[in-house]
């Protein structure tokens, strides 16, 4: 890429995120780093910063001090933790700052859907295109004209992959499907556990409440979609309702959240109504929302509703999370009432990370000790055998038992383990993957590394994560519930343990706290 004058007026400060130690990506993060330093830009990208701690830190002070956050998205990048958790600091920071730091997509040979969330948070951005190194000036001279606010041409609508959505082969139809996200409904490397016949099957009645609970990774997002899946080919509409997509103005009242969601509920069963319009301002919000969701949803829509409500754990740390928990405790209750009958049509499924019991003061107003609990748990070591001989190239006796211990039967660990190895491109032994545990290039570099930049943004979770390790319980149950629900930690009898060998193997490093 030819160097440029600074057409800016002033120093930017630029953070290219990208997927390390892949091309094309390297190769282009490298060009647009040499292109706008020329230009007389401050730029950081990850490629220096030393092995340890620190680098967490680091990386968190440079997107949040950054005006524009690059990214680079590769059929590899939109599945990468890091890019990711890059992604989520800058969104955090610009909370506090709004617009800074902007962020510029840039799509590099790729023209699939982005996982989630990845599409919530960027598929409304303008993006960049890149099919080739014929490309390189324009691409500059977009995201030049991105940083001086001039208005650029927006690039054709991406045409798919191959034949239309309609006529396309399933994502799982690939031979081997890389790990990461919700696991399509039909995908044949799915693996269910016993929480799936229930849940589903109780997806298929009318008029229920289902909690489903498990920390990060566990695959309640897969099971999320069956459940939804078996409530939609029983005849029910579905509003499906992510928290993880509020940010802080959204969270900054209960009057502003209570509208968000009422307003989400509508736009996912595609109806017109406004809450704003039917907004009482001398009523209770729970009352609002409670009268809105009966009126406008209920009443309006004549077949069975199921709301489902991911990321419940978002509202904990809210001010008003007893008035919100306290009014779907009500509408569960309100099934009973036969007078307004149009609340037996209503479906509750509500998914959280945490145990709720240790956030919740008035057990008798919360809606998750009633209805339907389901707990995921770790794969056993029979799922396992059974998720490897699913597998190419499957795995024999004594390397899977070895694996096992490695990674426990963390299904998503386990993926990304049986990937590695039974892709023939990427060859790894599973001695390899025992010995990449310091690795921050290695198979589950970039996950450790995302975790790692995840707890340094909060040092309560650094020093609990080491209490955790070196004596096996917590002095702050708030925290450690934290970490559970992060998927860190785990209970065993009564002790507090790292989650797999894996986690207690590379945060021990990282701490010091063994060689």
Not at 66 to 84: F, I, K, N, Q
Not at 206 to 221: A, D, E, F, N
């Amino acid at each position: 890429m030819a160097p440029a004058t600074n057409v800016v007026g002033r120093v930017q400060q630029v953070f290219v995120s990208y997927k390390r130690n892949i091309e094309p990506d390297q190769t282009i993060a490298g060009q647009i780093v040499a292109a706008l330093t020329a230009q007389g830009h401050s730029v950081f990208i990850d490629q220096r910063l030393k092995i340890g701690q620190e680098w967490a830190k680091e990386i968190e002070a440079q997107v949040t001090a950054a005006d524009y956050l690059v990214v680079l998205l590769t059929a590899a990048s939109s599945s990468s933790e890091m890019v990711r958790g890059e992604i989520e600091v800058a969104r955090k920071a610009a909370e506090r700052d709004p617009g800074r730091p902007k962020i510029l997509p840039i799509r590099v040979q790729f023209s699939d859907p982005l996982p989630y969330p990845l599409n919530a948070w960027l598929d409304k951005i303008q993006y960049a295109l890149w099919n080739g190194p014929s490309d390189n000036d324009i691409l500059i001279q977009a995201i030049s004209a991105a940083m001086t606010g001039d208005a650029i041409e927006s690039p054709p609508p991406l045409e798919p992959a191959s034949a239309p959505a309609a006529e396309r082969a399933p994502a799982y139809a690939a031979v081997l499907p890389p790990p990461g996200g919700a696991i399509e409904v039909d995908d044949p490397f799915y693996i269910e556990r016993s929480a799936d016949a229930s849940a589903t099957a109780l997806a298929q009645r009318p008029g229920q409440t289902l909690v489903i609970k498990g920390p990060r990774q566990m695959g309640k997002s897969s099971l999320l979609m069956r459940v939804a899946a078996a409530g939609a080919n029983a005849g029910k509409q579905v509003a499906f309702v992510d928290f993880q997509l509020t940010d802080e103005r959204a969270r900054a009242s209960a009057d502003t959240f209570f509208q968000w969601f009422a307003a989400s509920v509508v736009e996912q069963l595609q109806l017109s109504a406004s809450p704003s319009e039917h907004w009482d301002a001398a009523s209770p919000t729970t009352q609002n929302c409670t009268y809105f969701i009966e009126q406008q949803v209920l009443q309006v829509v004549q077949s069975p509703v199921m709301i489902v409500i991911d990321e419940a754990d978002v509202v904990f740390k809210t001010t008003f999370a007893a008035d919100f928990f306290s009014m779907l405790r009500n509408w569960h209750g309100r099934r009973a009432n036969p007078i307004r009958r149009a609340w037996k049509r209503l479906d509750l499924v509500i998914v959280t990370a945490v145990d709720p019991d240790q956030f919740i003061d008035r057990p008798s107003e919360s809606p998750f000790n009633v209805g339907v609990i389901q707990v995921l748990e770790d794969f056993s070591p029979q799922q396992m055998a059974e998720l490897n001989r699913r597998h190419p190239r499957p795995l024999g006796t004594a390397d899977l038992d070895a694996l096992f211990r490695l990674v426990g039967g963390h299904p998503y660990l386990a993926r990304r383990a049986l990937y590695q190895t039974a892709t023939a491109a990427l060859t790894t032994t599973v001695n390899q993957l025992v010995a990449s545990v310091d690795d921050e290039m290695g198979p589950f570099g970039d996950h450790l590394r995302y975790y790692m930049l995840r707890i340094m943004r909060t040092p309560q979770l650094t020093s609990t994560l080491k209490e955790v390790l070196t004596t096996g319980a917590a002095t702050n149950n708030n925290v450690a519930y934290r970490l559970q629900a992060a998927g860190l930690v785990r209970r065993d009898g009564a002790k507090l343990v790292a989650r797999c060998d894996l986690y207690k193997r590379y945060f021990g490093m990282r701490f010091g706290l063994h060689g």
